[in-house]
């Protein structure tokens, strides 16, 4: 795990830019405390620049930028496969210098080209070149960000946002949908970034760079679809959920292995905890875990205390087991950390209590297991468990099911089933999902914004139910938009790798073949749920987990006083009203917090108040 900065110039660079693409590669240490490493072409028309995290072969052999038959690599990340795709290789007449897996992702491009992409279970960000063309690729999930822009010097490319600081004054979008699409969702989906003239490479792109210009951007991956048509009756049968352990073993084995430290993030929830179970039953490999117990109360009213079922699971399993204690009380971050971490518009403060988490265990390990994408894949979370309850409801006709909502609104006062119908009406169908992240808010949202045909090109797929669209969403969008990003930079900024066994294209394909509909029937994460009850009885070890959480209302408390003039003039009034109501939870405190990000984020970057 690394962080890397390229720049292709449309002129040889001059040494005021080269001493500021080293300052930028600086801001990238935290990515890689081990070793630096940067090299400019010949012609001075190319500037690679690596900061390497030592995972795979420790030695200084499998530094970066590494060069090998005309080719240059920067690489961030790991290759899962790399062992067999080097075994490959080597029947095919190569001989290898290093025992890292950069060295094998380089001779597998000079082989196979783009083709190796298919080849490859990993999670990565590269940049690659030779004889002046560039390419430059992001794993399938998104789980490695890449950003970039181009101006009248040619193209940067880098790890992080913060690092093109050094390099140009970075301006907010002037774009309404990009606003309105942080308000509505809490992030910005790739490849936008919410700055004027920034991208992010969307997941599973691949683009190429020539004569200091982008010339392509292509999808080489796509996400299977959970067919929502799928007429197959019954819940999931024995066999595919067998086909769906299977690719989880693989996924484990390969995501085991590491030369530097490495646990097992362990709660007491399905996926971490069958994550455990594989690894000892079925590959016989029992790594550490460490479990974190968050002393206080990080959420309103929740307790977070999941150690002494953890403790329970990891003794069952005969591993080594270490609870670390974080005191809720230490963790004093506030809006301008959450900004200042992610330099993108995102409002996932969980990624906080990450950081918190990573920051205390970097002293046991250096890799971390963690359990995330388990409920993007079993379409597990409850906006899609509710929707797929309420779907007799939406297959109502629009103009009927308006009817009843307004009946509903009316009438709310009279019983809690009548109010809680009234709370999930919306607007139209292609506004449900919406309605549903922001409950109960959104209808006063939309009462005072103009959404024009935003949520209809996002949401507004024919002939799909508000479940299917909702689990989709969180997959190919929230996953990669803010949940791996999150996960990216929190644990990056201290220094440490997280992988997850459930981001495998394998593991995805095999739980697409169920459909989305029987994924549900069987009752939430009911896949998962009964792989883990091969080992692990709900009796003895019930699954319950509360997760990573930072304080909303702290974060509130902190936040800086409202100024309704950076906002836009169509927002205010709206922007007002939330903050009335900030304290009333949900998804008012959720609208909150993205105004005080907004504010903050606004000021910092710009001075154009408008």
Request: with cysteine; proline share 4%; charged share 25%.
């Amino acid at each position: 795990m690394c962080g890397i900065l390229f720049h292709h110039a449309l002129s040889p660079i001059m040494l005021d830019t080269e001493r500021s693409l080293d300052e930028a590669l600086a801001t990238l240490h935290h990515r890689g405390p081990d070793a630096s490493g940067r090299q400019i072409s010949d012609d001075r028309f190319r500037y690679f620049g690596h900061r390497r995290l030592s995972v795979i072969d420790l030695s200084i052999d499998g530094n970066q930028p590494m060069q090998k038959y005309g080719w240059t690599l920067i690489f961030n990340g790991e290759i899962y496969n790399y062992l067999s795709l080097k075994e490959r290789l080597l029947g095919l007449g190569y001989t290898f210098e290093t025992n890292s897996d950069t060295e094998v992702l380089l001779v597998g491009w000079h082989h196979f080209g783009k083709g190796v992409l298919d080849l490859i279970d990993g999670m990565f960000a590269f940049v690659i070149e030779k004889d002046g063309v560039i390419y430059a690729a992001v794993d399938p999930f998104g789980e490695k960000p890449l950003y970039w822009f181009e101006d009248g010097r040619g193209i940067f490319i880098a790890s992080e946002i913060n690092a093109f600081r050094k390099l140009k004054d970075l301006h907010p979008s002037k774009d309404p949908a990009e606003l309105l699409e942080f308000f509505l969702l809490g992030y910005t989906s790739p490849p936008h970034t919410g700055f004027s003239g920034i991208n992010r490479l969307s997941p599973a792109t691949l683009m190429i760079v020539k004569d200091g210009r982008c010339i392509s951007r292509t999808q080489y991956w796509q996400f299977p679809e959970f067919d929502p048509n799928n007429l197959l009756e019954g819940p999931p049968t024995d066999q595919e959920i067998k086909s769906v352990k299977d690719a989880l073993c693989v996924s484990m084995e390969r995501r085991l292995i590491s030369d530097a430290p490495l646990c097992l993030f362990l709660s007491s929830g399905t996926d971490s905890t069958l994550m455990a179970a594989l690894s000892v039953v079925e590959l016989g490999i029992k790594p550490d875990t460490i479990t974190f117990e968050i002393k206080g109360k990080l959420s309103g009213s929740i307790a977070i205390e999941e150690a002494q079922e953890a403790r329970k699971i990891a003794e069952k399993l005969g591993l080594h087991h270490e609870v670390i204690s974080v005191d809720a009380l230490d963790l004093s971050y506030s809006i301008e950390d959450l900004v200042s971490l992610f330099g993108v518009l995102n409002d996932n403060s969980g990624a906080l209590a990450l950081k918190a988490i990573c920051a205390v265990a970097r002293s046991k390990c250096v890799v971390g297991l963690t359990g995330v994408g388990g409920d993007e894949l079993s379409f597990g979370y409850g906006k899609s468990v509710t929707l797929y309850r309420l779907r007799h409801m939406y297959s109502l006709p629009e103009g009927l099911l308006k009817l009843l909502w307004k009946m509903a609104r009316v009438f709310s006062g009279l019983s809690n089933r009548l109010e809680g119908l009234s709370e999930h009406a919306s607007p139209s169908f292609a506004e449900i999902y919406l309605s549903e992240k922001n409950l109960p808010a959104y209808q006063a949202f939309a009462e005072k914004v103009d959404v024009g045909g935003w949520p209809a090109s996002r949401f507004g797929k024919k002939g799909v139910s508000p479940y299917y669209t909702a689990g989709w969403e969180d997959m190919v969008n929230t996953l990669p938009g803010t949940i791996l990003l999150g996960q990216d930079h929190a644990s990056m900024s201290e220094s440490m790798e997280l992988r997850s066994p459930y981001l495998s294209k394998d593991v995805f394909q095999a739980m697409a073949a169920i459909g989305a509909r029987r994924h549900l029937l069987g009752g939430r994460k009911y896949v998962l749920g009964k792989i883990r009850d091969q080992y692990l009885s709900r009796a003895e070890f019930p699954s319950r987990k509360h997760g990573f959480l930072y304080s909303s209302s702290e974060l509130l408390r902190k936040a800086p006083p409202l100024e309704i003039q950076v906002f836009p003039k169509e927002f205010r009034e709206i922007i007002f009203q939330i903050n009335q109501r900030a304290t009333e939870g949900r998804g008012w405190t959720k609208f909150a917090i993205r105004s005080a990000i907004y504010q903050t984020w606004q000021k910092q970057f710009s001075n154009d108040l408008g």
